[in-house]
């Protein structure tokens, strides 16, 4: 499998270097969609400004990266665009070799709960064969780099490609069974965009699978070694914190960057949900509605955990789509990293129901982003109320996508321990509903 990943990486390096040799590279780093106020080259580059002056980068009100990157940028700012593509490809990489470590796993469970009798008779269709998951890895690593969100990530050269790839050695980390290394990849994630806090309870409950420990609340192992991982994750974000500190000797970043993210004091233009709805909303009421809809990201934790606590990759998947979807600041490339795990499941594909309609909105409305800003800003010929329709339409896209992952994924697991022919009490034949 070594030589067609190799061949992958050769081939989205090819086409990130030609697209930053062309024309087309100010314009993509010019679109909203893929960089705005929340992670943009520009306010690097502001940073490093006022940095080289003596000024501290967040005295102004451009700058809101973490001290760590703004210092990466410090020393490598005239090889940014080498930076950004190494960074894609580690991240698919370390995707490449959770997903192989995974699947190892997922086929090691399914044949003990073969010998076990804990299927049902009629579902050897269901099983997943090894030959089905040889490729999963390396569909991973062609969906991440060749997505056209990762590419005009990526060629905006977005920090969100860093952050990206931050999470997926997390996510490598915690499938290989290291607590102490996802408890630092997990803390520095978290560092850097705060949203990732979300990812804490799928990578206990798989660390805590992994040493065969009963996720029981009344068991004693539970409870230490979730003391254990927790406090590896606080010790590492606190380490980092203060390292940030020394840097700058200024507790400033906290609010430039923490605050920026929580209480979206700017409302550019970008493919979430909040800069319309706060452009239009009165003072008086902002801060009630800002946690509203901030408490979108963390409000489907629990449930989530409570409902896949035997599934957490799955779970870690969902997670990183409401991050993608519900956060203040989004752009294309947060789509991209949990789109990349789609050839993960692609065993649900029987049971998906809008797949194809649902793939024609989120590509439709990838084509119609420009076209309405276009409108919107040059032409004078449409308003934002244009711009937004398509934000939101896009935004349910992914929603409805989701929802219908979540519903065939656990449609699969019910037919597993009943039996594909489901049948009622008086032996006509049954359809399943999720309520």
Request: charged share 10%; aromatic share 18%.
């Amino acid at each position: 499998m070594a030589a067609p990943l190799v061949l992958v990486v050769l081939a989205a390096v090819t086409v990130r270097a030609a697209l930053y040799r062309s024309s087309l590279a100010v314009f993509i780093a010019e679109r909203v969609e893929g960089s705005n106020a929340g992670v943009l080259s520009v306010s690097v580059v502001e940073g490093l400004a006022l940095l080289d002056l003596g000024v501290s980068p967040y005295s102004g009100a451009i700058f809101h990266e973490t001290p760590l990157i703004i210092y990466l940028f410090h020393f490598l700012i005239e090889y940014a665009e080498l930076v950004f593509m190494i960074t894609d490809v580690l991240t698919a990489v370390a995707l490449y070799l959770a997903i192989q470590d995974f699947n190892k796993v997922v086929f090691k469970k399914q044949k003990l709960l073969i010998e076990l009798d804990k299927y049902a008779p009629d579902v050897a269709e269901l099983i997943q064969t090894p030959m089905e998951m040889h490729y999963i890895p390396l569909k991973v690593a062609l969906f991440y780099l060749l997505n056209p969100y990762t590419v005009m990530s990526c060629v905006a050269k977005s920090t969100c490609a860093i952050n990206n790839s931050v999470i997926a050695f997390f996510i490598l980390a915690t499938i290989k069974g290291s607590a102490f290394l996802s408890a630092v990849f997990l803390a520095l994630a978290t560092y850097q965009s705060l949203y990732p806090l979300t990812l804490f309870p799928p990578a206990l409950l798989y660390l805590l699978q992994r040493q065969f420990i009963p996720i029981k609340l009344k068991s004693k192992s539970f409870w230490l070694y979730t003391m254990q991982y927790a406090s590896l994750y606080l010790c590492s974000l606190v380490v980092i914190i203060c390292l940030s500190f020394f840097l700058l000797s200024s507790w400033d970043f906290i609010p430039s960057v923490y605050g920026f993210i929580l209480s979206v004091p700017d409302l550019t233009p970008n493919i979430g949900l909040f800069w319309y709805f706060f452009a239009e909303m009165f003072e008086h009421f902002s801060l009630f509605f800002v946690c509203v809809f901030q408490i979108n990201v963390f409000f489907y934790t629990i449930p989530l955990a409570i409902k896949l606590k035997e599934h957490p990759v799955f779970f870690m998947f969902v997670q990183l789509a409401i991050i993608s979807i519900f956060k203040s600041y989004p752009t294309v490339g947060d789509v991209a990293l949990y789109m990349a795990f789609l050839p993960v499941w692609s065993h649900l594909y029987r049971f998906l129901r809008n797949i194809f309609i649902l793939s024609c909105v989120l590509i439709f409305c990838s084509f119609l982003f420009p076209v309405l800003w276009h409108l919107w800003i040059y032409a004078g010929s449409a308003n934002s109320n244009f711009y937004y329709a398509i934000t939101l339409t896009f935004n349910i896209g992914q929603i409805l996508l989701i929802s219908d992952y979540f519903y065939a994924f656990l449609r699969r697991e019910y037919y597993l321990t009943h039996g594909l022919h489901l049948t009622r009490q008086d032996g006509t034949e049954a359809m399943l509903v999720l309520k």
